[in-house]
Structure formats: C-alpha cells, structure tokens
C-alpha cells in the first residue's frame, strides 16, 4: 500500500512501484501512474492506488455431473490489471488520506467477480459429464473452458483484468463415492499385488527346484568321479601290490642266489674241514693203528706171564679202588711154574757166561 506521511497543510504520497496511483482533485484525474510520489492537500484531493502486479487467485467449487454425483474442482487463476483507469471506474479503490488503506475492499470483489465466472464456464462441462468422464480427463477440460471463457468474456476486457495462466489442482467426487470409486481400483491394485506375489513365489520355487537339481546334478557326478576314483585307486593298488610282489620275488630270488652262493662256499668250506679233519684223523688213527701194531709186534715173543703182568698193571693204573681179589691156585700154578722156568733160564744163561 502507499505510504501517505502527513504535515500540517499538506500530506505526502509514496507508492510502490507495483501499484497504480490515480490522484483526482476537483473530480478530475490530475495525475496518474505506477510508483508515483507528490504532495496532495487533504481538503481537496482523492486517491486511488490499483494494484499492477500479477495476483494470484484460488478458486474451489463445486458442481454436479450428469449421472448426478457431487464433484469439487481445486486450482488456481493469475490475472493482472491491464487498464488501472478503467478498472478504477468499475472498481472503488479508493485509500484513507490518513491511514493509506482501501476504504472499502476492491480486490475481494474482483476474486468475487472472477471466482463465479470460472465456476460457471466449470459449470457448463460438468453438468453435462458423467463422472468417470470428470475424474479422467476433466481436469484439462475444466481447465480449457474457464480459459477460453474468461478470456472471451467482453466484460472483463472493460472493465482492463486480462486472465494470464489457469490450473486445475484437483477433481474429487463425495468422499463415499470415491472410496466406492476406488475399491475396484484397490481390488485390482490387490489382485495385481498377488498375482506378482504368486509369480514371485512360483519363480522362487522354480529356482529352488532349479538349485535342488544342480546340486542333484553335483552329487551325481561326484558320485561318479568317486566311482572313477574308487576303481583308479583299486587300480592302482592292485598295480602296487604287483609291482610289489614283484620286486619282492626279485629281491626273494635275490636272496636264494646269495644263499645258494653262500650255502654252496659253506658247504665248500666244510667239505674241505671234513676233508682235510678226515685226512687228520686218517693220520691219527694210523698212526696210532701203527703205534698199536708196534706195540702188538713188540709184544710178540713175550711169554704170557709177562703178558698178564702187564695186563695187570695196565688195569690196576685204570682202577680207582679195589675192594675184592680172588686168586685160585688154578690162576697161580701156571703163573709160578713159568716165574721158575724163566728164573733156571736165567741162572743157566749166568752160569754160561761164567
């Protein structure tokens, strides 16, 4: 709003640069423009200040369509003052001298003016649309209608409001009807929820059954490579254990050789010590079958006495202790008569000698 500062004879008006001043005096317009500042006297002056700006203009109302159900359109309408000076003849904008304020409300009435001609021109499609219509492409329709038929209307271009821009925000019917409206909606959105639900579920089976026959697949052919490395193992093993018993053979006829070589040098060595103890004892034994037959020939000649002497005496170097000795005449006749006979040989040889 302008800004009227006061002195005793004479005030001061400043307006903003938005709005339009009209300063009549004596009834008639004496100056006029957007940011005006001057000095006015408050005995005879009259001022008016219209706004110049853009303003913006919400609009709500309601109507009823065709298959008679309530509906509500939201939006919102731009329009500016082309002509201050005329709109200022249809319109009262006059200010308070004193406090610079609208003595009466010019603006209300032109959201007044304006809200009723775009629900009428609104009015127009919806009474003859049936919901479903409405709620589906109305909104640029409604839209379309409140334009051209404000920008159509001849009374607005009088009165200098041209309309700038139109927007629908919203088209809602009853809210029993739109909760009825939106339940197959809802059903639909649900089945749709489901449906998804279900292939989700028949997918994630289908890739669990999927899994389950790969790792099937897997200890299948495990099972087999085991098999495979059961029987290589078998293989092998049976393989070794030739090898094995092959190598055991050899080293077993190895050592057969070696014994059969060592068997065969004892076997050598013992022949020759049998040998060579045989010759020893050959030597021994004739020497002493030689000593025996020096011994029989030496005592060959001597006189039977002297050879049970002997004898005798052989036995009696033998025994240890002898508890008994019989001796018969039959034993001592033939034993004395020879010890006399060799003793008269004896003095007949000494006596020869003499």
């Not at 409405?134 to 009165?159: M, P």
């Not at 190598?247 to 077993?252: F, P, V, Y």
Request: charged share 30%; aromatic share 4%.
């Amino acid at each position: 709003m302008a800004e009227i500062t006061r002195y005793p004879l004479f005030f001061h008006l400043r307006a903003d640069a938005s709005s339009h001043v009209l300063h009549y005096r004596a009834g008639k317009l004496r100056r006029n423009g957007p940011g005006l500042a001057f000095w006015f006297s408050p005995m005879s002056a009259s001022l008016a200040e219209v706004p110049i700006d853009a303003r913006e203009l919400p609009l709500l109302f309601h109507g009823r369509s065709s298959d008679f159900q309530d509906v509500s359109a939201q939006g919102v309408l731009t329009y500016r003052v082309a002509d201050p000076v005329a709109l200022a003849r249809h319109v009262d904008f006059t200010i308070d001298l004193r406090r610079g304020t609208y003595v009466k409300e010019p603006l209300e009435k032109i959201a007044l003016l304006l809200s009723e001609l775009a629900q009428q021109h609104a009015w127009e499609y919806i009474a003859h649309t049936p919901l479903r219509e409405i709620l589906g492409d109305g909104r640029g329709t409604i839209r379309q209608r409140i334009e051209q038929g404000l920008s159509g209307d001849k009374g607005l271009a009088e009165i200098g409001l041209t309309i700038q821009s139109i927007r629908i925000s919203a088209l809602r019917p009853a809210p029993d009807l739109e909760k009825a409206l939106e339940a197959p909606m809802r059903e639909r959105i649900q089945q749709d929820s489901d449906e998804a639900a279900f292939q989700r579920r028949a997918l994630a089976v289908e890739k669990e059954r999927a899994i389950q026959e790969n790792e099937l697949q897997n200890k299948i052919e495990l099972a087999r490579r085991e098999e495979q490395l059961i029987a290589q193992e078998g293989q092998n093993a049976r393989r070794k254990a030739g090898e094995e018993a092959e190598a055991h053979r050899i080293q077993t006829e190895a050592e057969v050789h070696r014994a059969d070589l060592l068997n065969g040098s004892a076997a050598s060595k013992v022949r020759l010590d049998g040998e060579a103890q045989a010759k020893a004892i050959e030597l021994v034994e004739g020497a002493r079958a030689q000593a025996e037959r020096e011994k029989m020939r030496a005592y060959d000649g001597v006189a039977p006495a002297v050879l049970l002497g002997l004898a005798a005496q052989g036995i009696a170097g033998k025994l240890q202790r002898i508890e008994h000795l019989n001796i018969t005449p039959d034993l001592l006749a033939p034993v004395l008569a020879q010890l006399a006979q060799a003793a008269g040989q004896r003095l007949e040889g000494g006596a020869r000698k003499g």
